[in-house]
């Protein structure tokens, strides 16, 4: 069973930059089809997706409000998926989780939240204006 651990969250100010972690042993292992992502939830908002790819490919869906800013990458080796957080707004602060889902082969866009089966706990992303 995958178990993921977020770090790299903090304070920052508007227009700095973060870089989120995710370890999780074993997610690599897992079928082409499969996808790991980035979700982010701000006070008293639902939870949105922000960014997502698959772990064997290179495509990758980014939510419109953090393209040409944030950037998801994985580091097989070490088990890790980042997110570069670069330009950061306070529009951004939010408890960011990733999750891995075994049932991306329709969309990245496409697959539903409830069709991720392994969540971390979060990490929290506080920008100052």
């Not at 949105?48 to 393209?67: F, L, Q, W």
């Not at 997110?83 to 999750?99: I, R």
């Not at 049932?103 to 409830?114: K, M, V």
Request: hydrophobic share 25%; with cysteine; aromatic share 10%.
């Amino acid at each position: 069973q995958v178990r993921l651990a977020e770090s790299g969250g903090g304070s920052v100010q508007s227009g700095g930059s973060l870089r989120l972690s995710c370890l999780a042993p074993g997610y690599s292992s897992i079928k082409s089809s499969n996808c790991v992502g980035w979700f982010r939830q701000p006070p008293g908002k639902e939870r949105e997706a922000v960014a997502i790819t698959y772990t064997r490919g290179v495509a990758t869906y980014y939510h419109d409000s953090v393209k040409g800013r944030f950037s998801i990458s994985q580091d097989h080796a070490k088990s890790t998926v980042y997110l570069q957080m670069d330009s950061l707004k306070p529009e951004d602060t939010a408890m960011y989780y990733c999750a891995t889902s075994r049932w991306c082969a329709g969309g990245l866009r496409e697959t539903p939240q409830t069709d991720y089966d392994q969540w971390g706990h979060g990490t929290q992303v506080t920008v100052s204006s």
